[in-house]
C-alpha cells in the first residue's frame, strides 16, 4: 500500500542525536508505513556521514544542503522531495516523540482539518530567552490578525502535502516558517487546529534558537501580514497620524493661529500612509490569486 503520511526532519549540526533519532524514527516508520524524508542542511560536523549510513533503507531519503539555508530552507527542500498526501515535520534534537505522529495523524485523517498543529501549552520552555520570545511573537499576532490556535510556531505540524508545496514558497527561510506556514493556512481559510504533544528534553548539542530569533519572527509576520492584509498596519497608522494631528492643532486653530506646521505634517503623513496601504490592499489582491 502507498504510504499517506511522510515525516520530514531537518537536520543541523545533530551528530549526537542522529543515532538514536534517526533509528527511532525509521522502526516507527517501518512499522506504520511511513515515509522519512531528512534534510541535512549543511551541517559542519559529522551528521552528513551518519546520515549516509541510513541510505539505501526503504523508505528513506537523505536531501544534502551544501551550505547552510535555514530551517525553513530545509523544511521546503523536504516539502519538494515529498510524494504522500500528508507531511508531518519533525526536529532532530529528539524533543518530539514518535508517538504524536500517530496521533496527529489519525486526527487529520479522520477530521476534516487542513493542519493540524502540535501544541505544547502548557509545557515549560527549554529558555527563559525562548519564553519570552513565543510571548512577544503571539502578543503581536493577535494585535495584527485574528489567531485561532495557540502554538503557533511549534516545530511539529501536520498538513496536507499540496497546499504546504502551494504556500511554502512565500515563507522565509528561517525560523520563523513555522510561524509563516500556519498564518498562511490561516489567512487562505484552511481549517487548522490543536492537538497535544508532549516534549522531551533536549538529546543533546545547543538550541541555535535566541531572542534574536523572536524579532526575525516577527519581522516576517510582518512581511506575510502586510501580503495577506496589509490595511490592518497601514490604516492604524494613518487614523493615529491624522486623529494626533487635528487634536494638536484645535487649539491653536481655535486662537485663530491657522494650522501649525508640525500638525499639518502629520495630517499629510496620515493621508500618505493610508495611500500607501490601498495600494498595497491591491497589489496583495493581486499576489494572492495566484496562490
Known amino acids: 500500500m502507498q504510504p499517506r503520511l511522510t515525516i520530514i526532519i531537518p537536520c543541523y549540526n545533530e551528530e549526537k542525536n542522529i543515532p538514536a533519532v534517526i533509528s527511532g524514527v525509521l522502526d516507527f516508520c517501518a512499522a506504520e508505513g511511513y515515509k522519512l524524508i531528512v534534510v541535512n542542511d549543511g551541517s559542519r560536523d559529522n551528521s ?36 504522500t498526501e500528508f507531511l508531518i515535520t519533525m526536529d532532530s534534537d529528539g524533543q518530539h516523540r514518535v508517538e504524536d505522529v500517530k496521533n496527529l495523524f489519525n486526527v487529520i485523517t479522520e477530521g476534516d482539518a487542513d493542519m493540524v498543529i502540535g501544541s505544547r501549552k502548557g509545557a515549560r520552555s527549554a529558555s527563559m530567552l525562548r519564553g519570552v520570545g513565543k510571548r512577544i511573537i503571539r502578543f503581536t499576532v493577535k494585535r495584527l490578525m485574528p489567531l485561532p490556535v495557540y502554538d503557533l510556531n511549534s516545530g511539529m505540524k501536520i498538513y496536507r502535502s499540496d497546499l504546504g508545496k502551494k504556500y511554502s514558497k512565500i515563507c522565509p527561510d528561517s525560523m520563523a516558517y513555522s510561524d509563516v506556514i500556519c498564518l498562511a493556512f490561516i489567512n487562505k481559510y484552511h481549517k487548522v487546529i490543536e492537538e497535544p504533544i508532549e516534549i522531551r528534553e533536549r538529546g543533546a548539542g545547543k538550541s541555535t534558537i535566541t531572542i534574536k530569533t523572536a ?43 491657522g494650522v501649525s506646521v508640525g500638525s499639518m505634517l502629520a495630517i499629510i503623513f496620515g493621508v500618505i500612509t493610508l495611500f500607501f496601504g490601498a495600494i498595497a490592499e491591491q497589489l496583495s489582491q493581486i499576489r494572492k490569486k495566484d496562490l
Open 48 to 83: 552528513l556521514q551518519l546520515l549516509r549510513e541510513y541510505e539505501g533503507q526503504p523508505n528513506f531519503t537523505l536531501v544534502h544542503h551544501k551550505i547552510n539555508r535555514g530551517y525553513g530552507g530545509a523544511i521546503k527542500s523536504g516539502i519538494e522531495a515529498c510524494d
Open 215 to 257: 524579532f526575525r519572527t516577527i519581522y516576517e509576520v510582518f512581511n506575510i501580514i502586510i501580503l495577506f492584509n496589509p490595511i490592518r498596519i497601514f490604516m492604524p497608522i494613518a487614523f493615529i497620524s491624522i486623529l494626533a494631528g487635528i487634536v494638536w492643532d484645535i487649539h491653536i486653530f481655535m486662537r485663530g493661529n
